[in-house]
């Protein structure tokens, strides 16, 4: 029943989670909270959004580890295989433009550390490096992360295989997240570790029919207290942590409250069919993931500055940026899908409707 519940979930989940993503990056702008719209505007970035990328980690542990009962080389070599073509490939394509820029720009010994550099492997060394380094389509960050948790599962597998054990672990890995005891490395971040853990645990240990029966029962009750909580979180994050989001332990902990209100949340609702909206526009998720940046460098980062609204503006201009990144991207991987099928394929990890 368990994994029934989750099957579900996942497939209705997926789309909104991407959603989540681009609302994310579409404006890159931190203004005061002293108006309403400026505050709604982060609530929704630096708050309810941000629980989107550590439930995509916890969806593809739960995946990973999903038929991992007896975890073997065999089933660890055909898994990672898997993921050279649907994680690796697409990093290293749609980070290709940061080696004609390296090109035209550096040269000498300059030329291969700024590639590192853009292809999120090396940090820029400064007072604006970002740490842990990011790649030049920067949220592929994930997918670089991903592939490095695949890499390591054995780890994970051993340290998520004793339940009692594997509970010390996550608590512990949820402590170092919300207090950043753990500095981010390239691939190994306290998100990746945490949420793919979490996957890998609801995988390894499902919940019984009892409980989960027990759980959803009284679901109106947990999930009000869960989402009491995390709007209490992120308004407390919102006002005290600008305009660094990951200095004190309240972002931290707002994101494991969404990710258990959001969970919950969509494991409560009714069972979906495939010709749901979310899951009929699911197929296009990982495309959106990859592809949604470029829209924003090159169409709502300029027009942004063109326009430079604030107040309701800026939460208009926002709301509007996130549907049309969204639909541009959905029409573009219809057409890829539909007259470039094999480039689509690849660039979408294998997962391209044919």
Not at 137 to 164: E, G, H, K, T
Not at 315 to 330: E, K, P, Q, R, T
Request: proline share 6%; hydrophobic share 50%.
């Amino acid at each position: 029943m368990f994994k029934n519940v989750m099957s579900d979930t996942i497939r209705l989940i997926r789309f909104p989670l991407i959603v989540l993503v681009v609302a994310i990056h579409v404006v890159q702008i931190y203004p005061d909270p002293l108006d309403t719209c400026s505050f709604i505007y982060l609530m929704i970035k630096n708050g309810i959004a941000r629980c989107a990328v550590p439930l995509f980690f916890l969806i593809s542990g739960y995946l990973f580890f999903i038929k991992a009962d007896n975890f073997s080389f065999k089933y660890y070599n055909r898994n990672v295989k898997k993921r050279v073509n649907s994680l690796l490939v697409p990093y290293l394509l749609w980070n290709l433009p940061i080696v004609f820029f390296c090109l035209k720009n550096s040269l000498g010994k300059d030329f291969f550390y700024q590639l590192g550099c853009g292809m999120g492997i090396l940090p820029l060394v400064g007072p604006n490096s970002f740490e842990p380094p990011v790649p030049f389509d920067s949220p592929m960050w994930y997918v670089r992360d991903l592939f490095v948790m695949a890499i390591i599962s054995p780890l994970i597998y051993v340290a998520m295989r004793r339940r009692i054990i594997a509970c010390i672990i996550i608590i512990l890995l949820s402590i170092s997240m919300c207090m950043q005891l753990m500095p981010d490395f390239c691939g190994l971040s306290n998100t990746s570790l945490l949420f793919f853990s979490v996957g890998a645990f609801l995988a390894l240990h499902p919940l019984s029919d009892v409980t989960l029966i027990r759980l959803l029962h009284y679901k109106g009750y947990i999930l009000g207290l869960l989402v009491a909580v995390w709007l209490l979180l992120v308004w407390i994050d919102v006002l005290y942590s600008l305009p660094d989001i990951y200095s004190i332990p309240w972002h931290g902990l707002q994101i494991i409250f969404g990710c258990c209100s959001v969970l919950l949340g969509f494991a409560s609702l009714e069972r979906c069919s495939d010709t749901a909206l979310s899951v009929r526009l699911s197929s296009s998720t990982f495309f959106i993931y990859c592809a949604h940046y470029y829209f924003c460098i090159y169409f709502t980062f300029p027009l942004y500055r063109s326009i430079a609204p604030f107040g309701a503006g800026l939460l208009a201009f926002y709301i509007i940026s996130i549907m049309l990144v969204v639909m541009l991207c959905i029409i573009l991987s219809r057409l890829g899908n539909r007259y470039l099928p094999a480039i689509m394929n690849i660039l979408s990890g294998n997962r391209a409707k044919q």
